[in-house]
């Protein structure tokens, strides 16, 4: 590990993080993170993109997995083009969907091309 580099970080220090893309496009923020109760990992990362200026923002359940933390730029990396994610499921900010419906839960990682996390040890 580089200098300054951790293995523990505060999820407030995560929240508002900008996410880039390969690329090194903006690709939109860290709005908040759902941890699983049962066993204390982050089952997704929800990440706002789209809108002016906040508003108007959809947000998109990612998982856990999809992400990289790049402790040097202070950013999240995501192997995501900008076009697939604007076509990726979402919701808005009153309108959750039931982060907890196994459904729904397997179509967004299927989406990401991400093995559901509850199908993986931890």
């Known amino acids: 590990m580089g200098k300054n580099h951790r293995n523990l970080l505060s999820a407030s220090t995560l929240i508002g993080d900008k996410v880039v893309n390969l690329k090194n496009e903006n690709i ?8 699983v109760l049962k066993d ?7 990440l706002s993109f789209g809108g002016i200026l906040g508003i108007g923002d959809k947000l998109f359940a ?20 900008k076009d697939k994610l604007d076509n990726a499921p979402g919701f808005d900010k009153d309108n959750w969907p039931d982060m907890e419906d196994e459904a729904w839960g397997v179509a967004v990682h299927s989406y990401y091309n991400q093995k559901p996390y509850w199908t993986t040890q931890l």
């Open 62 to 81: 990612i998982p856990w997995a999809s992400l990289r933390i790049d402790q040097e730029k202070e950013c999240f990396v995501m192997d995501v083009d």
């Open 28 to 35: 939109g923020k860290i709005e908040d993170l759902m941890i």
């Open 40 to 46: 204390g990992r982050v089952g997704y990362a929800v």
